[in-house]
C-alpha cells in the first residue's frame, strides 16, 4: 500500500494554516514554462511590472533552440529580397497549407524581431564590408538566413538568457519539472518538483513554451527535454491541439547507428555546396527533384527513402570535399568539431545521414497572439501551431516564429493582465506517496511503436496495431497510480502526443486507402547530371 495526500505546498512545505503567510512567494503575474527562445525572448517582452516566474525543466540552455544551426530566416534591410518572397517560399515548402494570415504576420514583422536581437547583442556573421551574410538553405530562393557560424541557436539562446537574468522582475527555476497545470478561476496553478520537493505555484497567465516531442521517436535530433509536456497539459485543461501528425523528419541528421539522439548536420552544409550521394556514392536527386540538394526537407527525405527502395541500402552520405577545407573549417565550426570526434573528418570524408524526427509543425492551436482555446494559456514556439509551416517547415523558420509570436504574447498579456483578478487560487493537487515507479519498458515500447509505424512514409499496418496499444499504455498511465516524479511525467506525455498523433493518422488511413498522398516532385531538369 502507498499513502497519498492531497498537496498544497510552498518551498516543499506542507502549508495549510500557514499558506496564507507564505503564500506570495510563489504567486506571480505570469508563469512561463520552458527556458529556450520562446520562452526568455516572451519573458523579456512582459512588462518589467509584472512578476514572472520561467520554469527551466533541466539545466537552462538545455533546449532544441540551443540545438538550432543553421540560423534565422528574415528580411531585414534586404534591398534584393522582399516578405512577399519569403511568404511564397515559406508556402511552397509548406505544400500551400499554411495559415496565410499567421504567415503574413510572420514575414513582415521579422525585422523587429531580427533588428532586436542585434541590439541584445546576437553576434550574426559579417561580410568584409560589414553587412550581415546571408546563407542560402534548402526551399529559399534568396540568400535570407541570418546565422552566427553554425551555432545560431545557440548564440541567440545564451544571449536572451543574459539579458533576461539581468530582469529584476523575472525569476528561472532551473531543474523544475512541471507535473500538472490546472485551470482555476483566478488564472492556473502548477504542480513543480524542484529539487525533489513539490511546490504549488500560481499565476494570472499561464505561457507553454515548452519545446516539441521528438522524445516519441527512437531517433531524434531533439534534446533531452522535448517530450511533449506542454502539448499534454494543454489537452488535459481542454486547449485544441491541432495537426500533431505534421512531424518534420530532416533529411540529414549523422547516421552514427548507435544513439537515440542524432546530431544535425545543418541544412547550411547544403545551401553551401555539399551532394547527397547513396550507397555507390552517386548523386540522386536528379532523379526526384530540379531543385535538386536545395529541395524541402520532405522532398529530400522522401527522395532518400524512394532511393532505398530502389538501392537496398540505408547508406547514404553528404559530400561536401569538393570545397576549400579552411572555408569548411571556418564555416562549420562546431559540425567539423563534433564529426572529428565520431571519426570523420567533412573536408576528407563523406558524411554518413539519413533522415531523422526533426520538428514538428503542429501543436497547442493558437491565434496570431499566441492565445490558446482556454483563457488566459499562451503557446509559443514549437509545441504551438500557429499555422505558419503549413505540412512542412521551411529551413530557419522556426527561431523567426518563436521570436515573432512570443513577443506578440507579451504584448496581449500587457494588456489583458489588467483585467485578471487580485486574488491567487492554488489548486489542491493529489500527489501519490510511495507509490511505485512507472511499469519498466513502457517508453522504450512507445518509441519503438512511434518509428515503426509512423516515420517518413508510414507503415499502415504497424499503425493500426500499434495505435490500438498506445491507447492500452494510455490508460495505464491515466488510470493507475505511480510516483509523480520526471519518469511518471515524461511517459505520460509521450503516450498523451502518440495516442492523438497515432489517432489522426489513424482517421485518415482509415478513410482512405493510403495514408498521405505520394508526394509530387517536380520534373527534374533533363539537363541535370549527377
Not at 505546498?9 to 507564505?22: K, L
Not at 522582475?169 to 519539472?177: C, H, L, S, Y
Not at 509536456?229 to 530532416?250: R, V
Not at 542524432?262 to 547527397?276: D, H, K, N, P
Request: include cysteine; charge should be negative.
Amino acid at each position: 500500500m502507498f499513502k497519498r495526500k492531497r498537496v498544497q505546498v510552498c518551498g516543499g512545505r506542507n502549508i495549510s494554516a500557514e499558506y496564507a503567510a507564505d503564500a506570495d512567494m510563489n504567486n506571480f503575474d505570469v508563469i512561463i514554462a520552458g527556458c529556450g527562445v520562446a520562452g526568455l525572448y516572451g519573458a523579456y517582452n512582459l512588462s518589467r511590472s509584472l512578476r514572472v516566474l520561467i520554469l527551466s525543466k533541466k539545466e537552462l540552455t538545455l533546449c532544441n533552440s540551443s540545438l538550432a544551426q543553421g540560423g534565422i530566416a528574415g528580411v531585414y534591410n534586404s534591398p534584393d529580397d522582399s516578405p512577399e518572397k519569403h511568404k511564397h517560399d515559406t508556402f511552397v515548402a509548406g505544400g500551400f497549407e499554411n495559415d496565410p494570415i499567421s504567415t503574413d504576420v510572420l514575414v513582415n514583422e521579422a525585422k523587429i524581431d531580427i533588428a532586436k536581437l542585434i541590439e541584445l547583442g546576437v553576434d550574426f556573421d559579417k561580410l568584409p564590408n560589414g553587412d550581415y551574410h546571408r546563407t542560402l538553405e534548402g526551399g529559399h530562393g534568396m540568400h535570407r538566413i541570418f546565422h552566427h557560424k553554425d551555432a545560431t541557436g545557440f548564440e541567440i539562446e545564451t544571449t536572451l538568457l543574459r539579458n533576461v537574468q539581468q530582469l529584476e522582475n523575472v525569476t528561472i527555476w532551473e531543474n523544475a519539472v512541471m507535473c500538472d497545470c490546472k485551470k482555476t478561476a483566478a488564472g492556473f496553478s502548477f504542480l513543480v518538483l524542484k529539487d525533489g520537493e513539490y511546490t504549488v505555484c500560481n499565476s494570472h497567465c499561464a505561457v507553454f513554451a515548452t519545446g516539441g516531442i521528438g522524445r516519441v521517436y527512437e531517433y531524434t535530433t531533439n534534446s533531452a527535454i522535448a517530450t511533449g509536456d506542454g502539448i499534454t497539459l494543454a489537452y488535459n485543461m481542454g486547449a485544441e491541439i491541432k495537426n500533431l501528425s505534421y512531424i518534420q523528419f530532416h533529411p540529414t541528421a549523422f547516421n552514427n547507428r548507435h544513439t537515440r539522439e542524432c546530431f544535425l548536420i545543418s541544412e547550411a552544409v547544403r545551401g553551401e555546396g555539399a551532394y547527397l550521394k547513396n550507397c555507390s556514392g552517386e548523386r540522386f536527386m536528379h532523379n526526384y527533384d530540379k531543385r535538386l540538394e536545395l529541395a524541402p526537407r520532405d522532398v529530400v527525405s522522401h527522395s532518400i527513402i524512394f532511393e532505398a527502395k530502389k538501392t537496398g541500402s540505408d547508406n547514404f552520405y553528404l559530400d561536401i570535399t569538393h570545397k576549400d577545407p579552411d572555408f569548411i573549417k571556418n564555416r562549420f565550426p562546431m559540425i567539423y568539431s563534433n564529426l572529428l570526434k565520431a571519426g570523420y573528418d567533412m573536408t576528407e570524408d563523406m558524411i554518413p545521414i539519413f533522415p531523422c524526427q526533426h520538428y514538428l509543425m503542429g501543436g497547442i492551436k493558437v491565434d496570431t497572439y499566441a492565445r490558446t482555446t482556454v483563457d488566459g494559456l499562451y503557446a509559443c514556439g514549437e509545441c504551438s501551431c500557429t499555422g505558419v509551416h503549413g505540412n512542412n517547415r521551411l529551413a530557419s523558420n522556426s527561431l523567426l516564429e518563436a521570436l515573432v509570436f512570443s513577443r506578440r504574447a507579451a504584448s496581449d498579456i500587457n494588456e489583458k493582465i489588467k483585467e485578471c483578478p487580485k486574488a491567487f487560487i492554488p489548486y489542491d493537487f493529489e500527489v501519490y506517496e510511495n507509490a511505485p515507479h512507472i511499469p519498466s519498458g513502457l517508453r522504450t515500447e512507445i518509441r519503438k511503436i512511434m518509428q515503426t509505424a509512423y516515420f517518413v512514409m508510414p507503415d499502415i499496418p504497424a499503425l493500426f496495431s500499434g495505435y490500438e496499444r498506445i491507447i492500452q499504455i494510455k490508460e495505464i498511465l491515466d488510470s493507475g497510480r505511480f510516483k509523480t516524479d520526471k519518469d511518471y511525467v515524461e511517459a505520460r506525455s509521450l503516450a498523451t502526443v502518440a495516442y492523438i498523433i497515432l489517432g489522426e493518422a489513424f482517421k485518415i488511413a482509415s478513410e482512405s486507402a493510403e495514408l498521405t498522398p505520394q508526394p509530387v516532385f517536380d520534373k527534374p531538369d533533363e539537363s541535370s547530371g549527377s
